[in-house]
């Protein structure tokens, strides 16, 4: 079992950039795949990006992709999202998730999945 708690959101222009990270506790962390989905008003949790254990292989989201980075760092015990050139579809709670199987993390089949409390991201002028 993992615990995950996010941080990092906040308000950003179309085009900034914004960090998010996700802190984990539990002795399991390192054979974890992690991801990070979001979930925008009135609609249901989207995938965005995941990140394998040992090979640390990514997977993202067409929407997000070019613009945001997943990495984790395991002697930290921290995955992050960086994410550039923002836009207003960006706007989201962003959610940490782990789960031990990386294509299921990416098939979104999340029934054995452990999640965060999630972070606010708005882009706005």
């Known amino acids: 079992q993992v615990q995950l708690v996010e941080s990092g959101g906040g308000l950003e222009q179309p085009g900034g950039s914004l960090r998010l990270s996700c802190a984990a506790s539990?002795?399991?962390?390192?054979?974890?795949?992690m991801g990070w989905f979001r979930q925008a008003p009135g609609k249901a949790r989207e995938f965005v990006a995941a990140i394998s254990y040992i090979s640390s292989s990514t997977y993202y989201a067409d929407s997000v992709k070019g613009r945001f980075t997943i990495s984790r760092d395991n002697a930290e015990n921290t995955v992050y999202l960086q994410m550039n050139s923002l836009k207003p579809e960006d706007t989201a709670v962003y959610y940490c998730a782990a789960d031990r199987s990386f294509n299921n993390l990416i098939a979104t089949i999340v029934r054995d999945t452990y999640w965060g409390q999630g972070t606010q991201v708005t882009v706005s002028s």
């Open positions: 539990g002795r399991t962390f390192s054979s974890y795949a």
